[in-house]
């Protein structure tokens, strides 16, 4: 069992940063596949960012190449999600997942086991 939790959500200007933080608990960070999920209203879920268990491989979702940069310490048991040159249409509630394994990166919410509570991120214009 591991239990995460956002933070660092807000309200920005378009043209702003944000980082979000996932702290994980509980069992050992370093065997899950980690990703950055959001959702807007109406909308489905879908990947923002994810890592592989080992660092090795990261995947961004194009509407946020170049302007959002995803990391994890293993140490810390925390994962990163760096925004930058946020746009309104980034507005959603955003979450972070775990799925336990040592696998590459994840892309379907249904195969993660492990969701944070979320926290809003809204981008005025």
């Known amino acids: 069992q591991v239990q995460l939790v956002e933070s660092g959500g807000g309200l920005v200007e378009a043209g702003g940063s944000l980082r979000l933080s996932c702290a994980a608990s509980?069992?050992?960070?370093?065997?899950?596949?980690m990703g950055w999920f959001r959702q807007a209203p109406g909308k489905e879920r879908e990947l923002v960012a994810g890592i592989s268990w080992n660092g090795g491989s990261t995947y961004y979702a194009d509407s946020v190449k170049g302007r959002f940069t995803l990391s994890r310490n293993y140490v810390r048991n925390t994962m990163w999600l760096q925004m930058n040159s946020l746009k309104p249409e980034d507005t959603a509630v955003y979450y972070c997942?775990?799925?336990?394994?040592?696998?590459?990166?994840?892309?379907?919410?249904?195969?993660?086991?492990?969701w944070g509570q979320g926290t809003q991120v809204t981008v005025s214009s």
């Open positions: 509980g069992r050992a960070f370093s065997n899950y596949v």
């Open positions: 997942a775990a799925d336990p394994g040592v696998g590459d990166v994840i892309l379907h919410s249904y195969d993660y086991d492990y």
